[in-house]
């Protein structure tokens, strides 16, 4: 059972824009902090993005900042990342990631570690030329 799926990958030219889409097939979905990170061949995977369960805060790579956009909709169980003025430097594949372990334990998530999501999608694609 597929329990995230991204979508919304391709092949675009540097400046132009993406709408990446996390579509989660988890109960409750609103208790569960979902981020995405990224990894480009030959790279470790990297945080870009998290968007809280709470409050929906949200946290942003320093490389991203200004650039990108995460938000939810816990009505369709999906998480969105907007991704304006794409670089070649964004190329890579990207993951959401999903974890509830802060409802269920009120102890805070490090939203940037890896490590800490139970739940990862497959991966889509995203490739920026010059």
């Known amino acids: 059972q597929v329990l995230l799926e991204e979508s919304g990958g391709g092949l675009v030219q540097h400046g132009d824009s993406l709408r990446l889409s996390c579509a989660a097939s988890?109960?409750?979905?609103?208790?569960?902090?979902v981020a995405w990170f990224r990894q480009a061949p030959g790279k470790e995977r990297e945080f870009v993005s998290a968007?809280?369960?709470?409050?929906?805060?949200?946290d942003y790579a320093d490389s991203v900042k200004g650039r990108f956009t995460i938000s939810r909709d816990n009505a369709q169980n999906t998480v969105y990342l907007q991704m304006n003025g794409l670089k070649p430097e964004d190329s890579a594949v990207y993951y959401c990631?999903?974890?509830?372990?802060?409802?269920?334990?009120?102890?805070?998530?490090?939203?940037?570690?890896?490590?800490?999501?139970?739940?990862w999608g497959q991966g889509t694609q995203v490739t920026v030329s010059e």
């Open positions: 990631a999903a974890d509830n372990s802060e409802a269920v334990t009120a102890q805070a998530l490090d939203v940037e570690m890896a490590s800490a999501y139970e739940y």
């Open positions: 988890l109960r409750s979905f609103d208790t569960y902090t």
């Open positions: 968007i809280s369960w709470s409050d929906r805060s949200t």
